[in-house]
């Protein structure tokens, strides 16, 4: 070990550094007038014959000053590149002293950060001795930076922790990790790093953005994943350590478990899907080359149920749902049976199945694609896929599977409701496919009679989970809009929307009674005023929406082999659900008060900048999202 990679050598440079901070160019005068030895005095004496004399009368610019003068350098630029050049010794020194490799051990692969390190027992030191200095350097602070998070966890004994389990030394450099670290082919990111010596840093980076999506329930998680800075960064970071990512998808599991938030489904989900495109395009993620080389497959990631992950992130399809309902099997009542290892946490993670299996439901066993060409050219006879009923049973089996994966007797008993359920949605269906006009609505009827088997057959047991009850229970009905051989009525869609995002139902019957006994010509009736919602009901109204066309958007990918199609068929969706969404934002916008702040309904503007209706408008729905648009504009245009 060579005197310069000792501690005391790191520690003198430090402090040398911290006093040309603190003290700036008087340090040059101080070191070269410096009286304890001859050389000094010489030193001192020379400086004076060479640079301007200050305390003297015949001051002036003399042989070094010109010299500085004729090469455009002046003393602050001198002393800068003293100061940059004393960095990177410091920078040297502790990059000499990292250590990383990985130790095999009976088939498990651990990473260890040195053995025989040059800085022994000193982290902790060496933190306090740098953390005042990082911030006062500028450009050459994140150098120094680097090297300490680097050279403080190769350490052999890693810093003091305090008794919530935080590793001290470490979280005192915390707040000078950018919000993206630059990927080295060689190097392991900082932010991985920081992961490892204190694992509630990461818990922190994933809370941090489980907050701001609790907050602002309109963001587009998808795209905020791949756009932000800090959330890219832990996104890829969690893809270039598999480990990790296991971690975060552990945390983000429990507390779904625990809270039933819709905010961590869609967080956990838009993670998962982050990390699966990561690993399949990193270097549209940023990711070098040669780094992407080196990255594993995906079952590091999903270590578990790897073939069951292999029909996950395939295509959708009515055969693959069969196989997926084949492997529905209950488990045991316990804590343990619903970890993130089981098969059930890993399908929750990938919602587009679930939708897909609510919309074969009601699809009569054709696919997305055939709905679509037989209402576009309303022909009558059906193309179907595969075995209607078996199809029927598969995404019965499956949903049920997901609302509740405990118990077989609950599972058998939601199976056959929802299957009771479909078979009512097509009561009323005549041969050629097109509705008869019944007194009363058949998807009313439908979604009154899931509610309540769907709460009889809950009700049998307590250990159902808050997830269950809140969460995904109500969205089965929207599969009535998406896979529906027939045509759904607006007050329908109305209807079916208002009951999965809200759990109330509306009355049709009522409304078609209302309409009869007015007289010709009077002013039309509406399921729903706008001033009739609540606040709550308002934002989880457009909430669903939103996160429902980008599902939607997302299913078609593989359910569509024509683009043209595909987009056809999410805009017949949009111009249905429109008068719906309208009414939510107008009564957040009638309800907004400066005291909630403009970045709700900041968000929402634009999502429906993006919710843009392709061909065939109604006119009607046009102007009141006109309407809706200027109401929006006016908020944020300045007085």
């Known amino acids: 070990m060579s005197p310069m990679s000792s501690p005391s050598a790191v520690a003198d440079l430090l402090a040398a550094l911290s006093y040309r901070l603190e003290n700036g160019d008087r340090v040059l005068e101080e070191e070269l007038n410096e009286p304890s030895s001859s050389m000094g005095r010489a030193i001192s004496e020379l400086n004076r014959s060479l640079t301007l004399d200050t305390n003297g009368e015949d001051s002036g610019f003399r042989v070094l000053d010109a010299t500085m003068s004729l090469m455009c350098f002046k003393s602050p630029q001198v002393f800068d590149s003293a100061i940059e050049y004393l960095v990177k010794t410091i920078v040297s020194v502790l990059s000499s002293s990292t250590s990383c490799k990985v130790v095999r051990y009976r088939k498990e692969e651990t990473l260890q950060f040195g053995s025989s390190s040059f800085l022994p027992q000193c982290s902790e030191e060496l933190i306090e001795l740098s ?64 992961w490892y010596q204190d694992p509630l840093t990461l818990k922190e980076d994933v809370s941090r953005i489980l907050k701001d999506v609790v907050e602002r329930p309109f963001l587009c998680l998808n795209k905020e994943l791949f756009e932000r800075a800090e959330w890219r960064d832990i996104v890829v970071c969690l893809a270039l350590s598999s480990s990790m990512f296991i971690n975060a998808r552990a945390l983000l599991h429990k507390w779904l478990l625990l809270t039933g938030l819709a905010s961590v489904f869609e967080l956990l989900a838009a993670l998962v899907s982050a990390i699966v495109d990561t690993v399949s395009r990193p270097t549209l ?17 999903f270590p578990h149920k790897y073939q069951f992950l292999r029909i996950l992130t395939g295509p959708l399809s009515s055969n693959s749902l069969v196989t997926l309902a084949h492997n529905c099997k209950p488990t045991p009542i316990k804590v343990q049976a619903l970890d993130d290892k089981t098969e059930w946490a890993l399908a929750i993670n990938f919602p587009d199945w679930f939708y897909f299996a609510s919309a074969m439901l009601f699809s009569g066993g054709s696919s997305l694609e055939n709905i679509h060409h037989r209402y576009a050219s309303q022909v009558g006879e059906r193309k179907q896929t595969c075995d209607v009923e078996g199809l029927y049973v598969a995404a019965a089996t499956y949903i049920a599977w997901i609302l509740n994966p405990a118990s077989g ?65 109500r969205r089965v009905v929207v599969g009535v809009l998406i896979g529906s051989l027939y045509t759904v009525t607006d ?31 009077s002013s039309k009736t509406s399921m729903l005023m706008s001033n009739e919602i609540t606040k709550e009901d308002a934002v989880e109204g457009a909430r669903l929406l939103f996160n429902l066309t980008d599902t939607l958007e997302s299913m078609c990918v593989s359910s569509f082999e024509a683009e043209e199609d595909a987009h056809e068929f999410i805009n017949q969706f949009k111009l249905r659900s429109s008068k719906y969404l309208v009414k939510c934002i107008d009564r957040m916008i009638q309800l907004h008060c400066q005291e909630d702040g403009d970045l709700l309904l900041n968000d929402i503007n634009i999502r429906l900048e993006q919710w843009s209706i392709k061909g065939p408008e109604d006119p009607q729905l046009k102007e009141d999202l006109d309407t809706i648009a200027a109401k929006l504009a006016f908020i944020f245009s300045p007085m």
């Open 131 to 194: 953390k005042d200095i990082i911030d006062k350097l500028g450009a050459n602070g994140r150098l120094l930076f680097e090297a300490v998070v680097r050279s403080a966890a190769s350490t052999s004994c890693r810093a003091r922790k305090l008794a919530d389990g935080r590793n001290m030394g470490v979280s005192k450099l915390l707040a000078y990790l950018p919000r993206e670290s630059s990927l080295e082919n060689d190097k392991i990111p900082l932010r991985i790093l920081f």
């Open 285 to 301: 993620w940023g990711i070098p080359m040669e780094l992407a080389s080196m990255l594993p497959f995906s079952d590091a990631y």
């Open 409 to 473: 007797s609950i599972q058998e008993s939601l199976t056959k409701s929802l299957i009771r359920v479909s078979e009512m949605s097509q009561r009323s269906e005549s041969i050629t496919g097109k509705r008869k006009e019944p007194a009363s609505s058949t998807v009313e009827d439908m979604v009154r009679e899931f509610h309540n088997k769907i709460n009889n057959s809950f009700s049998v047991t307590s250990s159902s989970s808050s997830l269950q009850n809140n969460l995904l229970v």
């Open 491 to 521: 007050e329908e869609y109305e209807l079916v929307l208002h009951y999965a995002a809200t759990g109330k139902m509306l009355a049709i019957k009522k409304l078609r009674i209302n309409r009869f006994k007015q007289a010709k010509g």
